[in-house]
């Protein structure tokens, strides 16, 4: 048998023409955003750490070649091609493992997301109303890499108190109004730095106050006074209902009493199974794409009102949204993409790889293949620079790091949901994500070494467990607002 060389020789495959005009495409990646640092040359004859590489993906590529092109399929081809090289070799010539994947890189990722916690240049002035996401996602990152964020407890306290609204909720910053996404951000930001000091800086009276005026009479949840409703409405407030230990019912000025509605979970059930699309996916509303965002904020939601068991095939056609989940892992990248016809991208490691303990919770195990995604993520994903990026030609940032981490510590972790855990916390009211551990690491067919395995993230609220546990027990353990 020939020895490979380290460009792989089988041909990317060819899709049938496109309906719409090649002019009313939009590319994801261009030409000038694949080409940069991440240029590989053919270097001739592999190493057997390539040779076992390039064999792996010659075996889980997919063995249907179609004969036309499309714009769609050109780009994913010119995408295959930055990205092969670095699940056959070591373009960025990290430190390899025991299996010949790149090692884990600790020590750059850790200032990259250091970093993301200091001042930012004048250009970034766009980017004020995520201040809160900013935060999470360094915070998160740090803890999933093993560090201690407990010094950031004052400093994140003091930032999100002045983008705290007095009508309740979080903004972007100070002076902003209050946003659904921006007060779970906060939140989640808060409570992994943790303390009292955070916790206390939490209105918990006013942010159930603003959590019952995004209450809609048809269970949902608007994102902000007047926004758009969906399902990360949905999602963010029952995160924020249940880790922050608030009641159940409705304020009595609550618009959605007027309909009838008496608590924050009447009606949602039914609401978040009508955003299951045709094709098994989960939308953001009743009748649109599914999307693997959408997908996690769906299944986290039910996740929260009660077990997986129960409440995912209560509302969610199992069977169908199982079939569009896997078919978001591509072959040979194994990575995510995020819709059908999409590229793969680095932060649907999490969107989509962490819904899996989810679903699994609600069927069975071993329905998934977490070694490949983990091969993506250490392969492809990591920035020579530091941080973790979407895929090999674009730049690392703290959010594609923090989800990247996310989505590979679910393909390390074997999460349990187990109804005999934490007694005595969760007891009332939303308790349901409090029933969750650790089952063990997962062993067959891995890609990592020890070296390489991240923290232990919680499957639905995605902070440390001793962060989801000591925040829902200190509010549980204070009397009133």
């Not at 240049?121 to 803890?143: K, N």
């Not at 390390?412 to 994500?433: I, M, R, S, T």
């Amino acid at each position: 048998m020939a020895v490979p060389l380290r460009t792989s020789s089988q041909v990317p495959s060819e899709r049938l023409e496109e309906i719409v005009s090649g002019e009313d495409r939009i590319e994801e990646l261009s030409d000038s955003e694949l080409g940069s640092e991440d240029e590989y040359e053919d270097m001739g004859t592999a190493t057997p750490e390539e040779q076992a590489n390039i064999a792996y993906l010659e075996s889980v590529w997919i063995p249907i070649a179609e004969n036309l092109q499309t714009s769609t399929s050109k780009t994913q081809d010119e995408t295959l091609k930055v990205i092969l090289p670095f699940l056959e070799g070591n373009p960025n010539e990290f430190p390899l493992n025991s299996h010949g994947i790149s090692q884990l890189q600790r020590k750059k990722h850790v200032p990259y997301l250091e970093d993301a916690l200091d001042d930012y240049p004048s250009g970034f002035a766009m980017m004020d109303a995520s201040r809160p996401w900013i935060i999470y996602w360094a915070l998160q990152g740090l803890t999933a890499l093993g560090e201690d964020v407990s010094e950031h407890q004052r400093r994140t306290a003091h930032t999100f108190s002045l983008a705290q609204h007095p009508e309740g909720g979080f903004g972007g910053g100070y002076g902003q109004f209050a946003h659904l996404a921006c007060s779970y951000a906060a939140t989640l930001s808060l409570a992994t730095a943790g303390g009292e000091v955070a916790y206390e800086s939490i209105n918990r009276k006013t942010m159930w106050q603003f959590l019952g005026r995004m209450k809609q009479a048809d269970g949902g949840f608007t994102m902000c006074q007047g926004g758009e409703e969906d399902i990360r409405g949905a999602f963010c407030a029952m995160v924020l209902l249940s880790l922050l230990n608030l009641p159940l019912e409705l304020p009595k000025d609550a618009p959605a009493r007027q309909s009838g509605l008496t608590t924050f979970t009447d009606n949602l059930g039914e609401w978040v199974s009508k955003c299951q699309s045709w094709d098994g996916g989960i939308s953001a509303a009743p009748g649109n794409e599914a999307h693997g965002a959408y997908a996690f904020c769906g299944l986290g939601c039910l996740s929260i009102l009660g077990a997986p068991k129960e409440t995912l095939n209560k509302y969610l056609n199992i069977p169908v949204l199982v079939h569009w989940m896997s078919s978001r892992q591509c072959s040979p990248e194994g990575g995510y993409n995020g819709r059908t016809n999409k590229l793969v991208d680095g932060c649907y490691s999490h969107w989509v790889g962490s819904c899996w303990s989810l679903v699994e919770a609600a069927t069975t195990t071993g329905i998934w293949n977490r070694a490949a995604l983990g091969r993506y993520i250490l392969a492809a994903a990591q920035d020579k620079k530091g941080g973790l990026r979407d895929k090999p030609g674009k730049r690392s940032d703290a959010y594609h790091t923090c989800y990247n981490l996310a989505g590979l510590s679910a393909a390390q972790h074997c999460y349990v949901y187990d109804e005999g855990v934490n007694k005595g916390l969760g007891e009332v009211g939303l308790g349901a994500p409090f029933r969750w551990k650790v089952g063990r690491v997962y062993h067959e067919d891995v890609v990592w070494d020890a070296n390489d395995v991240v923290g232990k993230i919680h499957p639905v609220f995605v902070i440390p467990f001793r962060a989801v546990f000591e925040c829902r027990k200190y509010f549980e353990d204070k009397e009133g607002f």
